[in-house]
């Protein structure tokens, strides 16, 4: 049975929105136990661009990556997670990072590419930064790659090993960082949807970036033994008053066939 999490937003006499610890559900018998597939929402995202260096991009519905040997057109995206708070003993099994790409072709070059993605070195808040401030300098070698597809998930090969790291630290975790090489010879420009798209609202995570995580509990623990930490204060989620869907979970045999999920088999 697939579920959903929720974290709910609370509205403070200053105006600001403040997001408090999201619980997953417990008495309701819908918990799993065993092998377990979380679908986790991005939390923040941007882009930044080379040709409007001082310009912010964090309310986009769109992130862009661009580059070739014109360094004006360069554009970098932004994405970071909230990494659920797991079992004491729980072993991840699988992770891939994933975005949707809605285009073919959009930029007149092949979507057959694989796009490089490195860790982000500092935090950085969506509605403030630029390319003139963001914490990564490039050029930079890559971490692994996200294998676009067409008006699809696009998603990367298995980083388990990194997740992993993730989750042991996650404070140390600032996201990752989706870019073009500077000195590459074949320019592109592609978009993802971000989590300010249209289809992004408080009840469903919609195509917005998403990190596929595959656990396997301890005996004796479930899926409502999962928590989620308070959301950061710069997050870009703007659902004033609602209660917002952060997490999805599944048990079964694999991946759940309505998540359109990217990995192949090898």
């Not at 420009?189 to 009840?203: H, I, L, P, V, W």
């Not at 997050?235 to 004033?240: A, G, M, T, V």
Request: aromatic share 10%.
């Amino acid at each position: 049975m697939i579920k959903q999490i929720a974290a709910p937003f609370l509205l403070g006499l200053s105006g600001l929105v403040f997001i408090s610890c999201g619980i997953l559900p417990t008495g309701t018998g819908d918990e799993e136990s065993g092998t377990v597939y979380l679908w986790i929402g991005a939390d923040k995202d941007t882009y930044v661009s080379a040709r409007e260096s001082n310009r912010n991009f964090g309310g986009n519905g769109f992130l862009v990556v661009a580059g070739n040997q014109d360094l004006s057109i360069i554009k970098r995206s932004y994405v970071h997670f909230l990494i659920p708070n797991l079992p004491e003993g729980t072993e991840i099994e699988e992770a891939y990072l994933e975005l949707y790409h809605p285009g073919k072709n959009e930029d007149g070059k092949r979507d057959d590419i694989s796009i490089p993605v490195v860790r982000a070195v500092k935090n950085w808040s969506p509605l403030t930064m630029t390319y003139d401030d963001q914490p990564n300098s490039f050029p930079s070698s890559h971490e692994f790659s996200l294998n676009l597809r067409s008006q699809a998930w696009s998603g990367s090969d298995d980083i388990v090993s990194l997740v992993r790291q993730i989750f042991d630290n996650p404070d140390t975790f600032h996201g990752f960082v989706l870019f073009w090489p500077d000195v590459q010879l074949l320019g592109i420009e592609k978009g993802f949807y971000s989590n300010n798209s249209q289809d992004r609202t408080a009840g469903d995570m919609g195509r917005s970036p998403r990190l596929l995580v595959k656990v396997t509990l301890p005996d004796g623990k479930s899926t409502d033994d999962i928590t989620l930490p308070p959301f950061p204060s710069d997050n870009d989620l703007e659902f004033d008053g609602q209660d917002v869907q952060m997490l999805r979970y599944a048990g079964g045999d694999d991946w759940p066939e309505d998540w359109n999920v990217a990995v192949t088999k090898g």
